[in-house]
């Protein structure tokens, strides 16, 4: 049976960077999107053989920001793309293929060269429809250019996620929940709640520490989430992964791959990659030497050990769980039993169960995932 392996392909331009944002990217003004492009190609033709004979199911375009990218070079660089996969591999006849949109982007030129060019999956980046909070956080949209986006949208995407942050300085639990409801207004198939995270080296966290800005309090972070938890259960989205909800059967097959160990390929810089058994990758965040072929690749063994905590905390990140018997079959019955002693805590307070085969964390240890996952180590 031939083996599902995923695509990523690092964008690494922005329009500005956002106050809380720690992924590699550098400003728009300086992009050179042939150059971008061929190196794109040179490296997913170089590694052809980590793919080659593999079923493509998924193909992903983040960043910074894919949007940006002019849509002819855009279009050039699909067309490239499935040109080199179908001399060495196939696509799924369902391949989910995404893009990642600012909705400052959204215009009906793009909109049209994304369809033509077989995208049929667009992500979203909203975060709040609250003005003030967006301009704080350095994003350049407005909430009601956001709501006009999606709407341009829908008329040609049937597959569309949106991202939400939570815990944002001066949100309140109203706040939210206006953003909530415009949210579900729209109807989107996916929705990513992510809790604002404080990441060292952003202007954000700079700010915090200089007392510019001031960190939501946890008890009320707990009271938010619980919140947004509710509200989209009621509904119709079901919580698949610790924070991301979808309708049925509109689960992101691409980011379900990373938590369930699927092989995938990272093109461009500071991009990573997997084999989906031992071997990670890294390409160095060197915008400049991935240009001119000169970066490097950091490449790094797993010991079983590492497999074993990365089963555990990815699995436990998934509503289904950690499923034991696969557990059992890649790690041994000796490591089951510690897994299942260790758990055995979590299990009598009912912060952990086990259902159908799979160790899970329940609606009551949701909170605090990260300490139970720790404790399973």
Not at 183 to 205: A, D, K
Not at 307 to 331: A, C, S
Not at 345 to 352: D, M, P, V, W
Request: hydrophobic share 35%.
């Amino acid at each position: 049976m031939t083996k599902p392996i995923s695509l990523y392909f690092h964008i690494p331009y922005c329009r500005k960077k956002c106050a809380y944002c720690d992924f590699y990217s550098g400003g728009v003004r300086i992009a050179d999107w042939k150059a971008l492009n061929s190196s794109f190609i040179r490296e997913l033709k170089l590694r052809a053989v980590e793919w080659r004979d593999r079923v493509i199911v998924s193909i992903y375009f983040g960043g910074g920001t894919p949007s940006l990218m002019p849509p002819e070079y855009l279009e050039n660089l699909a067309n490239d793309i499935r040109k080199v996969i179908d001399e060495e591999a196939s696509l799924s006849e369902d391949c989910e293929f995404t893009l990642e949109a600012n909705p400052e982007d959204i215009n009906d030129r793009n909109i049209n060269t994304w369809k033509r060019c077989g995208i049929n999956r667009i992500s979203l980046g909203i975060q709040t429809f609250d003005n003030a909070i967006l301009t704080r956080m350095g994003r350049t949209h407005t909430g009601e250019e956001a709501i006009s986006a999606f709407r341009s949208l829908r008329n040609f995407f049937d597959n569309i996620s949106t991202d939400l942050i939570f815990g944002l300085p001066d949100q309140t639990l109203e706040d939210l929940r206006k953003d909530l409801k415009t949210m579900l207004s729209l109807h989107p198939n996916h929705i990513s709640i992510y809790s604002l995270m404080y990441e060292p080296g952003t202007s954000l966290t700079l700010l915090r520490d200089k007392g510019k800005v001031k960190a939501a309090d946890e008890e009320m972070t707990e009271v938010m989430f619980q919140d947004i938890s509710a509200t989209l259960a009621k509904a119709g989205y079901i919580r698949y992964e610790t924070s991301n909800y979808a309708l049925p059967g509109y689960e992101s097959r691409h980011n379900s791959g990373y938590w369930t160990g699927r092989a995938y390929i990272g093109i461009g810089p500071s991009a990573h990659s997997y084999d989906g058994e031992l071997k990670r990758k890294a390409n160095s965040a060197d915008l400049k030497g991935y240009l001119l072929d000169t970066y490097n690749i950091i490449e790094e063994n797993l010991t079983q050990q590492e497999r074993i905590e990365e089963r555990i905390m990815l699995g436990l990140r998934m509503k289904k769980g950690i499923d034991l018997v696969m557990f059992q079959k890649d790690f041994g019955a000796a490591h089951l039993r510690k897994l299942l002693q260790k758990a055995e805590k979590g299990l009598r307070l009912g912060n952990l169960a086990i259902t159908d085969d799979h160790l899970r964390v329940s609606e009551k240890g949701i909170m605090i995932s990260d300490t139970l996952i720790v404790e399973l180590f």
